[in-house]
């Protein structure tokens, strides 16, 4: 903000730095939000849900099965 003018503690801020608040609390934050939206969109949790279940059902049945060694 202090690229748009801010100054801290004024009574009065100037136009550009009233932009600049406006800028860091609504586009800013819509736009990184749109950026989140549009990296979930292609991640398929659904089709690799069955294979990520399966894959840590046969790993904790390989850990049961192996005896706990601590290393001294």
Known sequence: MQM?????????QSDSAIN???MATTVVPAVLFGLAILSTIGYKL?????KVIKELQRRKTQL???P???DL
Do not use: M, R, T, V
Request: proline share 9%; aromatic share 14%; no cysteine.
């Open 64 to 66: 049961s099965a192996k």
């Open 68 to 70: 706990f060694a601590p």
């Open 46 to 50: 659904d089709s690799i849900y069955p």
């Open 4 to 12: 748009g003018g801010y100054i801290n503690g004024a009574a009065i």
């Open 20 to 22: 600049a608040i406006l």
